[in-house]
């Protein structure tokens, strides 16, 4: 063939003859390496799967020059990912076969016409689901031996971290939560003027905005911003320190990194948090008392006055313990997701993204079930 002739000598090339039982022998000489079949992989393939056909083809790789892991994987393929029955090679070649021999096959992708697909995916996220569950928990007990641990030697008890983290956690929140409070405060006493002059019942917007922002909105305006802000910097903050093998470095030196660094957090965000609902609760009374003086001529001292009366106690309690309970909780699904980061940039970027998107979740999920628990408590006199 003048294409066969104009091809370099070591160049990967493969013929067919006849063997003496009658089958095709296949023969491979040349070199078939990355740089080799670069240049004629588009031929050279078609050729091998026609050959692969017959089950009974003898292969014969003794006249193959150089082989390497590009080559072997490429005849492995045509094969059916295992080793041809009849076949013949150098013995410096054997132990790349063996290695693709020992890797296991990733199960192919289900189709998508697939009806168990559904059912497989839904199993794959309850299994996920489970595994950080697990975590979580596994997370929870190491954090209570070292309290334990503190509780008998409470010189041991990591005050400035504890204060650092307050700090950022809570006093730098303030500016964000008063702005997205009063802005919440003024949207729902508009909305809310607008239904009640309809009916004449101007005076019950205090009731309204006492009981949907001290229950309800506060704590969980609070628990969003400071899952977004904070519990993202928190996952970021382990992650890189995974990425810096800083986290493995404290386990050489024999500091535990739940109580150097995770219970710091979980202890001061859930100082933080209820503080934060109380601050976020008087400045959207504020934009609500503000808008319903200009929106229904309501005063502000009649305001004050009358919100004790129809507002009992029980709602600011319930949700400073909302807030508290919120703080424990989005420290805790941080620092599981910043401590599952692996030491690479991408996984770090994934890691925060599903720490905040979980946190948010889990605030939802547990503010719906204390509505259920404590639906009779504080909306009634």
Known sequence: MPEAAALPTNAPQLRQASAADGAVRVELYGVWNLAALEQRLGELKPQLTACARDARSHWDLSAVTMLDHAGALLLWRTWGRKR??????????????????????????PESGDRAAPLVGLGRGVLALVEHLAGIVQLLGHLLLDVANLARHPSRIPWREISATLYRTGAQALAITALVGFLIGVTLSYL???????????????????????????????????????????????GVMRVTQELDALAVMGISPTRRLILPKVVALGI????????????????????AQIQLEIDYRFFLSRLPDVVPLANLWLGI??????????????????????????????????SVVAAITVVIVVDAIFAVIFSGIGLTR
């Open 84 to 109: 041809a029955p009849q076949l013949s090679l150098r013995p410096e070649h054997e132990a790349l076969f063996e290695h693709l021999a020992l890797v296991p096959d990733r199960p192919a992708p």
């Open 321 to 354: 313990g909302k807030g508290a309970v919120f703080g424990v909780l989005i420290a805790l699904i941080a620092c599981h997701f910043g401590l599952r980061i692996r030491p690479n940039t991408e996984s770090l970027g994934a890691g925060a993204t599903a």
């Open 192 to 238: 809310s003027a607008r239904q009640l002059q309809l009916f004449g019942a101007d005076i019950y917007i205090v009731n309204i905005l006492g009981i949907a922002i001290l229950r309800e909105l506060g704590p969980m305006l609070a628990a969003i911003l400071v899952a977004g802000r904070s519990g993202s910097s928190m996952t970021a903050q382990l």
């Open 272 to 291: 933080a948090l209820p503080l934060l609902v109380l601050w976020t609760n008087a400045i959207a009374l504020v934009g609500g008392m503000l808008a």
